[in-house]
């Protein structure tokens, strides 16, 4: 039993993914929601009367500004996630935003100096990387039982959205590495401490979406770490099938988490070494509600957050050199129209 008080969240939208990346674990946890906004109302409303939101704001700036609301949610569209980042930071807010934070590196920095003014807390939604999932592929790193690493590969992908789905429109930060690759590219990089450091991008290849000019149906990275360690970080959203794997391979064995992204749906982790194959099971508790208790654990305790401002302003850079790598403009930014929206 805890004794912490209960954070009090203001949600921007009433996109579908919040009920499972916000709401349930708000409930688990015992936090409120004290507000939501939409650009429609009455959409705010039925979000409201379904989930058990306190009230509804009449816009976006006035949740942001709303002086109950202690934590800002951000789950709108790619383009608007920097924009309403930076407004909710202005207001002095704590911001738990949905990947990625930005349109672009040049709008994550401005996050990150809006955040060192604000004094207040970021963080950039990796869920994924608060569940035993991938603490376990760290483990069978950092225990040696996979001795060296010496590849990594992560992939997700997804059938197709409709035609008119916002991930397509370029106006609005869509593509496929904003939306699938963004995980890869994070899970490569969170291997650092067991490859010698950071790694840098050698090569991209993708291929643009029709119809959709400069968004990127599927975008494949080649990367390699300072100790020689390579990786490969590819995404796809008009897939075959469902695919969001990734895959250790070390002097000794390798291990495979078969979905890191959504372990709710699949926590398997298969290892292989010389002694055999085994199968771990490690838990169908989301990942979101991991996510949400080390952000509270961080704001009420003080506990380590991995994720912050610089981390996201990193993941924003790799994206961009992705994105020219292979050929595609970098998202833009929205203009100042964002603030008559909501």
């Not at 963080?123 to 608060?130: A, I, P, R, S």
Request: proline share 6%.
């Amino acid at each position: 039993m805890t004794t912490r008080e209960p954070l009090r969240i203001g949600v921007l939208g009433a996109a579908r993914i919040t009920e499972l990346s916000l709401v349930k674990p708000a409930r688990t946890c015992g936090h409120r929601l004290v507000a939501v906004a939409a650009r429609d109302r009455d959409r705010a409303a039925a979000f409201a009367a379904a989930h058990g939101v306190e009230r509804v704001a009449d816009s976006y700036a006035d949740l942001v500004a709303d002086p109950d609301v202690e934590v800002v949610y951000n789950p709108l569209a790619n383009s608007l996630h920097g924009p309403w980042n930076l407004a909710a930071l202005a207001a002095g807010k704590h911001v738990l935003t949905e990947k990625p934070s930005a349109s672009n590196a040049e709008e994550a920095a401005e996050v990150g100096e809006a955040v060192a003014r604000a004094g207040t807390v970021f963080m950039e939604g990796f869920h994924y990387l608060f569940h035993p999932v991938t603490r376990r592929l760290h483990e069978l790193l950092a225990d040696g039982e996979l001795g060296e690493l010496r590849h990594v590969e992560a992939m997700v992908a997804m059938p197709a959205p409709s035609a008119d789905d916002v991930r397509w429109s370029f106006p609005l930060a869509g593509g496929a590495l904003m939306d699938l690759g963004c995980y890869s590219l994070h899970a490569l990089r969170m291997l650092a401490p067991w490859a010698g450091g950071a790694p840098r991008l050698i090569a991209a290849r993708g291929g643009e979406r029709e119809g959709a000019p400069g968004v990127d149906e599927w975008l494949y990275a080649d990367l390699e770490f300072p100790g020689g360690v390579t990786g490969s970080a590819r995404c796809h959203m008009a897939y075959h099938t469902w695919r969001m794997s990734c895959r250790v391979v070390g002097t000794r064995g390798e291990a495979t988490a078969t979905n890191f992204v959504q372990p709710h749906l699949d926590d398997r982790v298969v290892v292989r070494t010389a002694a055999g194959e085994r199968t771990e099971e490690l838990g169908r508790r989301s990942s979101y509600t991991y996510q949400l208790e080390a952000f509270t654990a961080h704001l009420r305790d003080g506990a380590p957050l991995v994720l912050d401002a610089a981390d996201a302003l990193t993941g924003m850079r790799l994206v961009d050199a992705c994105y020219e790598a292979a050929g595609f403009p970098v998202r833009p930014r929205t203009g100042p129209s964002f603030l008559h929206q909501g």
